[in-house]
Each structure stands twice: as structure tokens, then as C-alpha cells.
């Protein structure tokens, strides 16, 4: 079964340096998302990207983060200069065009210290 | 300010008992709402409401949206110890921006 997948699972930044997390969606979806999990928070929406282009962006995807899809299967997202805050798990996610169902990557943890 | 607010934020239950998780929204231009199941990390689909009074049914799961009400309920019969989990309800607003409730922890204890 088709799934989405995410690198690094982990990883471990200092406060101020540039992380790019990695994400690989469905082949044949069109939309997808970034969000972020704070350790025993709620899941947040940071951002959904359709056509080349950022579509909805919430309050958190401050200019920090970038989104990009530089060669038609990866989905990236930038953090430029890490704050003690971001630190968090961030799931992209995608969906078809035909359904509203979005699947998960497993998530990269980013631990920053 | 948009928010999606679910109840209990817990519940301890035995195998074979029925659960009613409770989301309620304010979401400005709801488009949909959608339950997820999140195990140990990313959340699994489990149904997605748009219309409401239509009953959306998987196996012993059955969820229903009252738009007028601004609310909506995920059902679980006969629970089993695997239905153990976070139930996660996310409404879909404007554009394509997502707010998702702090979850519902079930555990089901054998």
C-alpha cells in the first residue's frame, strides 16, 4: 500500500541553525500539508500546498519556515533559524484530488537545544 | 477566533462497553470535519462529514455531524483493548487550513 514517507525520524539541531525536514507523498496526490505536534499538544496546521503554491498558511508558518517541492515527488519544509520552540514533531501529510482522506508520514521528530 | 474543542479529554473504559467522543467547532466557512486515530505517532483516517444527520459507519465506528449544532460524535461499540488510543477530530475551514481538537484518550482496559 502506497504511503507517505518522512526523513530524518529524528533530528537534533542547535538553537539558530537551518533544518530542512523531508517528505515524500503519495505519487499520485496533489495537496499537501505540513503540521506540528508539541509533546503532549494538539495537532497544528502550519501550511497546505496545491499547484506549486501555498494555498492556506496558519499563524505559525511565520517567514522562519519555507515550503518547497523542488523536484515533483519530495515535499520539503525549511526552518531558517531554529528557536527552542520548534522544537516538535512535524507531519506531512497528502491527499488525492478525488477524496478528502489525507495520509500521514510517521513523522520527524526535531529536537532543538 | 476559530477552535475546535473535544470531549472528554480522557476515558477509561472496559472491553465491550460503548463510547461517544464529543467535538464541537467554530470554524468560519466549514468545509468538513474528520476524525483521526493516533496509536504512537501519526494519525490513521478514520472518516471524513460534510453533510449533516448522515450517519458514516466503519465496522463498530459510526460518526455523525449536526452543522446546525456545530458538533460532532464518533461512536465506538464494543470496545476492544486495540481501540485504545487518541481520537483526534480536525475541521476544515477556509482555504485548505485545518484546526484540530487537543484529542480524546481512550484507553480500554481489558
Known amino acids: 500500500e502506497p504511503e507517505v514517507t518522512q526523513t530524518p525520524s529524528h533530528q537534533v539541531t542547535q538553537m539558530g541553525q537551518e533544518v530542512i525536514l523531508r517528505c515524500v507523498p503519495i505519487?499520485?496526490?496533489?495537496?499537501f500539508y505540513w503540521y506540528r505536534q508539541i509533546l503532549g499538544q494538539k495537532v497544528e496546521f502550519l501550511v497546505s500546498?496545491?499547484?506549486?503554491?501555498?494555498?492556506?498558511k496558519s499563524e505559525i508558518f511565520d517567514d522562519q519556515f519555507s515550503v518547497e517541492r523542488p523536484d515533483g515527488s519530495n515535499f520539503t519544509l525549511k526552518i531558517r533559524s531554529t528557536k527552542l520552540e520548534d522544537s516538535a514533531m512535524y507531519f506531512c501529510a497528502s491527499r488525492a484530488h478525488t477524496s478528502y482522506e489525507q495520509y500521514f508520514g510517521p513523522g520527524t521528530r526535531l529536537t532543538v537545544t | 477566533e476559530d477552535k475546535v474543542v473535544q470531549s472528554p479529554l480522557s476515558l477509561v473504559v472496559h472491553e465491550g462497553d460503548t463510547v461517544t467522543l464529543n467535538c464541537s467547532y467554530e470554524v468560519t466557512n466549514f468545509r468538513s470535519l474528520l476524525w483521526y486515530k493516533q496509536e504512537k505517532k501519526a494519525p490513521t483516517f478514520l472518516f471524513m462529514l460534510?453533510?449533516?444527520?448522515i450517519e458514516k459507519k466503519s465496522g463498530r465506528l459510526s460518526s455523525i455531524l449536526d452543522k446546525k449544532e456545530l458538533f460532532s460524535i464518533l461512536n465506538i461499540t464494543a470496545t476492544q483493548t486495540g481501540d485504545s488510543a487518541i481520537y483526534l477530530c480536525a475541521v476544515e475551514g477556509t482555504g485548505n487550513q485545518f484546526y484540530f481538537g487537543t484529542g480524546t484518550s481512550l484507553t480500554v482496559i481489558p
Open positions: 500546498f496545491y499547484n506549486n503554491e501555498i494555498s492556506e
Open positions: 460534510t453533510s449533516s444527520g
Open positions: 505519487s499520485n496526490h496533489l495537496y
